[in-house]
């Protein structure tokens, strides 16, 4: 159910790219009750100057090793929730892709169960509550 | 109105490519009343190892020759066509570009009117209701 | 706050594509009242026949050097604040980077403050109301 579109340098190696990956679904398992097999992610590459950050927002200083993570997923998590799951995806990342904790940027897009199609042309989640 | 986010692998071919973006089109005008001009995509190449699944979910398959589909648009379409509008999409390109009709992802993301410009820096939908 | 997914044609200068960054951040700055700092893009190019489009709709014509602009931002800001910011943002790049006005496709797309973490894990926005 979440699908996840993530951004990174070009300059990042295969082993950091899975290791991001795989800490943002296990994040996803862990907190969020994403089944394991629910894992649907792209990682766009960019190319130099083509990701943009300044150097420092609400006194967290960027690298250009930035790595913004864009999880849609389906309504509607509890603010723990979210906490949980932003502190576990970040720390993660940190612990396993040499990534700075300051350049894991998070957002979450939660939209209704009716709206994802899983395959064959059907709404397999069209009978869930997103209430 | 709709705007649509396609992520494909680097192996499809150019008439593949053409037949998936036609068919997610005429799949919105004939189910969600969409405009036959009204037609904006972007297809986005995944180089090896960056278009992420699992084998198997909810027991459907899946190759690497997946396509994700991430269409924005108005606010609101009832559960219904919804369902036909995926149904449309994955039978047109199972059909038409050689695709797995298992491998066809699609979600919906549902904003207001007013939150689209389509040119010269107008909201040209803004009086229209979001219900 | 903003996170803006950028989509233009490979034709495109390193000159122009840095009008475009700072004509959105600087219009983000301006009507929407965003922090400077709080300044996070992506630059995605899209190689030829990638950036889909009619000819024309809505009676405005489109040419091949379309640019699409996906602002994700927080919950609410009014109608008036929307038109301001496409106004601002459209009239900013075609003054400074050569690009039609016609050829400036905007998207809002509103999620709450809770559903972001600009970095350490955190959700540094979430005790801000969205209501």
């Known amino acids: 159910m979440p699908f996840v579109q993530i951004y990174l340098p ?3 190696t295969s082993a950091q790219k899975k290791t991001i990956s795989v800490s943002i679904q296990e994040s996803l398992v862990a907190i969020f009750n994403v089944p394991e097999k629910d894992y649907f992610q792209v990682i766009n ?3 130099d100057g083509h990701l943009i950050h ?6 967290i200083p960027h690298t250009d090793q930035m790595v913004y993570i864009y999880i849609t997923c389906a309504l509607s998590r509890t603010k ?8 576990s995806i970040a720390q993660k990342i ?15 897009n939660e939209i209704p169960w ?4 899983f395959g064959q042309g ?10």
């Not at 300044?54 to 006194?59: A, G, I, P, T």
């Not at 723990?80 to 502190?87: D, I, P, V």
């Not at 940190?94 to 979450?108: E, K, M, P, S, Y």
Request: hydrophobic content about 50%.
């Open 10 to 12: 070009a300059t990042f």
């Open 122 to 131: 059907k709404a397999q989640m069209i009978h869930k509550s997103t209430g």
């Open 80 to 87: 723990e929730m979210k906490q949980a799951l932003y502190a």
């Open 45 to 47: 590459i960019l190319s």
């Open 94 to 108: 940190a612990a396993g892709a040499a990534v700075n904790i300051n350049d894991v940027f998070i957002i979450l």
């Open 114 to 117: 009716e709206n994802w199609s």
């Open 54 to 59: 300044s150097d420092s927002y609400l006194d």
